[in-house]
Each structure stands twice: as C-alpha cells, then as structure tokens.
C-alpha cells in the first residue's frame, strides 16, 4: 500500500493583478512543510504538479526545505477551475476589489454559488470545461499514481482539485465537495493510503508543519 500526499499551494496572491504568484509568506509555508518532512525523514517516489506557476512555486519551496531534487511531472488535470469566470457567470457586471471584509464575503458566496450551479450542468462558465471533464482531469492523476508506484508520492496542486480529489474518493454531493474547498488552507496537507484497485482517505487539510506557537500567524485560506 502506497501513501499519496496532497497539498494545496501557498499563500498567492488574492486581490492582485496576478493571483497566480506565491506571495512572500506562501514561499517560507513551503519551504517550512519541506523542512517538517525533512526533519520526519520522509522521502517521495516521485512528485507530481499541475502547471500553474504558484504550483511550481511550492514545489520548489518544498523541495528547498527539504533538500529534494526531484524532477516533477507536470499534470494539466491538477490545475485549478478558473474562479473570476465562475463568477463572471453569474455575475455579469463588474466587482469592486475584495479588499474588505464584506466584499470578501461576497466574493466567496458569488463563488459558492457559481460553483454549485456549473457542478450541476447549470451553467457553462466561459473558457472553463464541464465539471465532468474538470474531475476527470483529477482522477486520471489519481489514476496514474495507482498504475504507476507503489510508494510515497508527492501531488502539489490547488484547493478544487483536492477537494475534488477526495470528494471523488468519499462519493460526496457536489455541495459537500464545495465545502470541502473553501475550508482548505494554504500548504496544507492532505493524505490518501492506495492500492492498485483504490484510494482511501486518511488525513485531510492538515497543517503539521505549522503546528506551533510560532507560527500562529502563518495559516491562510486565499
């Protein structure tokens, strides 16, 4: 039996013109898991990452943290929906900046909203593909990691593949799936055990690395 972990980026950059860019304190929650993993002794067989450079970003604060020099295999499957045109969707007009805190309220319930509609076959959100091609761009990689190895494995990816991930796994309602999403935090770490034939569930949206008083201020959502 086989260990797949999952972690979700670091901190990017919400509210910025490029969201797709770890921001200073995303970079050291990567380069802390790696250190944390270091430290436990924990190797991977191999390392997987979608293409989205805040992907390639934690991987490679990982990979510094614990001295890692693992060639990752990238996987289009793993990157995430696109946000701004799930709300756009549904929300035609345009949105002031979330720079408070109703507007980022806001910004999220527009967001629940437009998810549980396009995981529905509701609506078809512009440049995005169905939910049914989305999730079965997640599970083939979970479909790759059963056929292909049989040891520690490595998936750096996003809050909806994830989610999505493990909804696949637990056979969750797409509202489950989404609330399963909007909790999940930054650098976290979520695990699954598998065999050839399946995965389960182990462990999810934990923060072992971050587990102490020092680093209090270090857990983010966005």
Partial sequence: MGNLYLVRH??????????????????????????????????????????????????????????????????PGLNEYDSEAVIKAIHPGPLAKPDTPEMYRHHFRLLRDGLTQWMNGVLSPQGMPSYDDFVHGVTSALDHVRKSHTGNVLIVSSGGPISTAVGHVLGTTPETTIELNLRIRNSSVTELAYTPKRHMLVTYNTLPHLDDAAYADWVTYS
């Fill in 10 to 75: 670091g901190q990017a950059s919400f509210g910025a013109a490029d969201y797709d860019q770890l921001s200073e304190l995303g970079h050291r929650q990567s380069v802390r898991l790696g250190e944390y993993w270091a430290g436990k002794g924990l190797q991977f067989e191999a390392v997987i990452t979608g293409t989205l450079k805040r992907h390639a970003q934690t991987w490679a604060g990982i990979a510094q943290g614990a001295g890692l020099t693992h060639q990752a295999l990238e996987w």
